[in-house]
Nanobody
Framework: EVQLVESGGGLVQAGGSLRLSCVASGVPFEDYGIGWFRQAPGKERELVSCINRGDGRTIYTDSVKGRFTVSSDNAKNTVYLRMSTLRPEDTAVYFC?????????????????WGQGIQVTVSS
């Protein structure tokens, strides 16, 4: 059984930082990418960042470049999303998800397994 468990969300003031963690277990692929998505009320789920488990290549959406950093600890099967200089518009439920083989940069339809999501709220 594949399990993705997010942690580290919460409430933070604008300009602050949070670090999200995603622990993956049972992933049936030798190589894969772990993506971070977010979904705000009334909006579509968007890909924020993605990292390849194999070569460490990363992808970021333009709105978070320079503010968010994705990293992985393969020994712990954990992917992190360090979020800095947070803005109210970063408020959303954040999900981690698995894409087979590597991060394609495409949308949610490419991802096979999902975590339950975690709330991040940035106050102004």
């Amino acid at each position: 059984e594949v399990q993705l468990v997010e942690s580290g969300g919460g409430l933070v003031q604008a300009g602050g930082s949070l670090r999200l963690s995603c622990v993956a277990s049972g992933v049936p692929f030798e190589d894969y990418g772990i993506g971070w998505f977010r979904q705000a009320p009334g909006k579509e789920r968007e890909l924020v960042s993605c990292i390849n488990r194999g070569d460490g290549r990363t992808i970021y959406t333009d709105s978070v470049k320079g503010r968010f950093t994705v990293s992985s600890d393969n020994a712990k099967n954990t992917v992190y999303l360090r979020m800095s200089t947070l803005r109210p518009e970063d408020t959303a439920v954040y999900f981690c998800a698995v894409e087979s083989f590597y991060c394609s940069g495409y949308g949610a339809e490419m991802f096979n397994y999902w975590g339950q999501g975690i709330q991040v709220t940035v106050s102004s």
